[in-house]
C-alpha cells in the first residue's frame, strides 16, 4: 500500500448513474494489474479502496475511471489457477468477476485482507440499515 491520501483527486463519476464518488481519504491504495472487461488484456492500473467501492485509474495521479461496487461481492480469493499469473485474485459481484494481478504474494494478500475487510463491513452495514428499517412484515432475508 503506498500513502498518497495527501492527493487530491477529481471524484469518480459513475456514468450509468451519474452519481459522483469522493476517492480522497482511502482505505487502501496501490497497483494492481487487471484484466480488461472486454480485450482481456492486462494492464497496470492505480486502485483506491474506499469504504464499498474499489476505483481504479490510469495512475496514482489521474481521476479513477472505474469502480468495483463491494457492497455486492460475493468474494475475494486467490486466482493463480484460472489465470495462470503469480499474485492473482478475483473480484466477484452479482455482475461480473474481475481479475487481477499483485507485484508480490504479500501485495496479494494484503489486497485480498483489504477487500475482505470492505466486504464484510460493507454487509454490516447493509444489515444494520435492513434490520432498523424493518417493518411488520415476515422477510425471508438471510445473509
Known sequence: MSNLSQI?????????????YDCNNPDFTGYLTKQSSWLKDWRRRYFILKGSKLFFAKNEHTTPHGMIDLSSCMT?????QKTHKRNALEV???????????????????WIGAIGRAIVQSGRTYKQEYVSDESDSDSDYQS
Open 76 to 80: 475475494v480469493k486467490s486466482a493463480e
Open 8 to 20: 487530491t483527486r477529481a471524484p469518480f463519476i459513475d456514468s450509468s448513474t451519474g452519481i459522483s
Open 92 to 110: 466477484s459481484t452479482q455482475d461480473a468477476t474481475f481479475f487481477m494481478f499483485a507485484g508480490t504474494e504479500k501485495e496479494k494478500d494484503d
